[in-house]
């Protein structure tokens, strides 16, 4: 009889499956242009919290992470 993975590895595996896509879809090879945004001090410290809780090496992770979310939800290709 088989065992069902652990919730932990379960989860685990998903993160780094998921963590390959986006790195796949967010080359260097690409080519790329800046984006400068003014937005509230508390958003800036949000984001920066967000990706210390997430675990993300920068804020430019988290902020592709919720661009590709955003085109998603209007049914764009999620290329950030």
Known sequence: MTQKPSLH???HKSSAQRKKIIEAE???ARETKKLIVVIPTEAHLQIDQ?????RRRSMKDVVTEALNDLFK???YPPIA
């Open 26 to 28: 967010t080359s260097s």
């Open 50 to 54: 967000m990706k210390r809780d997430l």
């Open 9 to 11: 590895e379960a989860l």
């Open 73 to 75: 939800k209007y049914e």
